[in-house]
């Protein structure tokens, strides 16, 4: 195993450990149930915690940062694929298994690149092939840094807790309930 891998996955363990300890408070709407989950790449490390060990299938980027997460997201009990609209596009379709099985995927809305909270054909794609709702994952913060990165990405502070609300964002019949 070389140095490279040794650190990811020094820094996978710690993030995970970060991520558990979040205080997460999901509130879902009556008819919840399998499908995308879609959320904005600001918000990445809250909508990680508010899934972990239920087994969501995720795309991640192919890029270094996204080996990162994608051992993370591994460690928080995720199975992961990888690839995104820009890279490796066609590996949305792996996501496919896991709908069919009655399961839910997980993806950013808008892509490891952006532009920020600007929703990429991908996840709206699964969506209408598959014939489940794509959800939105809304993340309303306690204690947070926000990185000025090009999605404003937002680190919650350990231990602090988060409120997710989940909304309706479409389906195939009905693109914006």
């Not at 995308?36 to 915690?49: K, P, R």
């Not at 099985?101 to 991908?122: C, R």
């Not at 997710?164 to 914006?176: A, D, G, V």
Request: proline share 5%.
């Amino acid at each position: 195993m070389n140095k490279a891998t040794l650190k990811v996955r020094a820094a996978s363990w710690l993030a995970a450990l970060w991520i558990r300890s979040l205080r997460i408070r999901l509130r879902t709407p009556a008819d919840f149930g399998p499908g995308v989950l879609g959320l904005w790449h600001q918000d990445l490390l809250a909508s990680t915690a508010a899934f972990k060990d239920r087994g969501v299938h995720v795309l991640v980027s192919q890029s270094d940062d996204g080996a990162f997460f994608a051992e993370t997201a591994r460690r928080l009990g995720y199975k992961v694929t990888r690839g995104s609209d820009t890279r490796g596009a066609t590996n949305v379709r792996h996501l496919l298994d896991s709908m069919k099985q009655g399961g839910f995927t997980g993806m950013a809305l808008d892509g490891p690149k952006g532009p920020a909270h600007k929703v990429k054909s991908g996840s709206i794609w699964l969506s209408k092939v598959s014939g489940t709702p794509l959800w939105h994952i809304q993340p309303h913060y306690g204690a947070h840094f926000m990185l000025k990165t090009w999605d404003n990405f937002i680190l919650p502070l350990p231990l602090s807790s988060i409120d997710i609300e989940i909304k309706y964002l479409c389906t195939e019949n009905n693109p914006t309930k």
